[in-house]
């Protein structure tokens, strides 16, 4: 764990991206409790007010207050990204782990599959399946979930891959251990590195994506908050009140940002040559 510490500490980008988020996290988690105003309830007589004291952010079109949109929108926008997440890697981490360590025709039919979705843009792929789900937010996670699970298995299968050829997997084999302990114990456990580092990585694009949906009406409905309903909700007043489409908009940058951050620094920790070039 010290060791971990230390190289945040001459990791710049891990420290800054965690900052963010840290900021971003204790804004949704603390702010709601904090602020007088409530995300839904319509004011027309302050609509489109500037920034000041008493909107920091301004208000929107219906007069609510944009810096609490923006705080109840991030409960959405987090929650659905990580529970898109943990959904994809559920699914991609099965499936990618049995492929490697099993080979052959279950090899060969779970990695066309994978293959296939992964012929399609993820973004256009998660537009068509949630509009052919129907626009919702649970529709608009399992769209997304699906497009990122792909990922997930190929990582895995290529941990499965390398590691199932490590003196210790052969000995557990020559045992007659259960394969289900194998794959458990030896093999998901020494290749969860690259796995952490994806998940890092994906949480920026379930957020962007998620967002995306958002954006076109097929994910959260009004008058729910969430980040991309909110950009999209405000465009057409981007000329004449900048504030209200911005703020969401910087948001979903800043999260995306972040993650993003630490996905990267992760992957340096997990490669032992960049963890040296940096101590």
């Known amino acids: 764990m ?17 900052m963010i ?29 500037p920034p000041s004291f008493a909107h920091w952010l301004g208000t929107d079109a219906f007069g609510r207050d944009i810096l609490t949109r923006i705080m109840y929108g991030g409960r959405a926008t987090l929650t659905i990204g990580v529970g898109v997440v943990a959904i994809a890697f559920v699914v991609g981490v099965f499936f990618g782990t049995l492929a490697g ?54 990582v ?9 050829v490590k003196p210790y997997v052969e000995a557990a084999i020559s045992l007659g ?43 959260a409905q009004p008058p729910l908050a969430e980040w991309g309903a909110d950009v999209s909700a405000n465009l057409q007043y981007v000329r004449s009140a900048p504030w209200v489409a911005l703020a969401p908009g910087m948001a979903i940058l800043l999260a995306v940002l972040s993650f993003n951050l630490i996905g990267d620094s992760l992957a340096d920790w997990f490669n032992p040559r960049r963890r040296s070039e940096l101590d």
């Open 2 to 18: 010290g060791e971990f510490i230390t190289f945040l500490r001459r990791n710049t980008l891990a420290v800054v991206g965690l």
């Open 21 to 49: 988020l840290l900021a971003l996290v204790l804004l949704i988690a603390v702010g709601p409790m904090l602020t007088p105003y409530s995300p839904t309830k319509l004011d027309v007589l302050h609509k489109l007010a």
């Open 101 to 154: 360590f099993a080979g052959g025709w279950t090899d060969s039919i779970i990695m066309r599959i994978v293959d296939a979705i992964l012929a399609f843009p993820a973004l256009v792929l998660a537009i068509a399946l949630a509009a052919a789900f129907g626009p919702s937010l649970q529709n608009a996670m399992l769209a997304v979930a699906i497009t990122l699970a792909p990922q997930f298995a190929r």
């Open 156 to 164: 895995a299968r290529s941990q499965a891959l390398s590691i199932a």
């Open 177 to 219: 251990l259960p394969n289900s302990r194998i794959l458990s114990r030896y093999i998901f456990v020494n290749g969860l590195g690259p796995l952490l580092v994806q998940s890092t990585l994906a949480l920026g694009s379930a957020i962007l994506q998620t967002a995306s949906l958002g954006f076109l009406g097929l994910g």
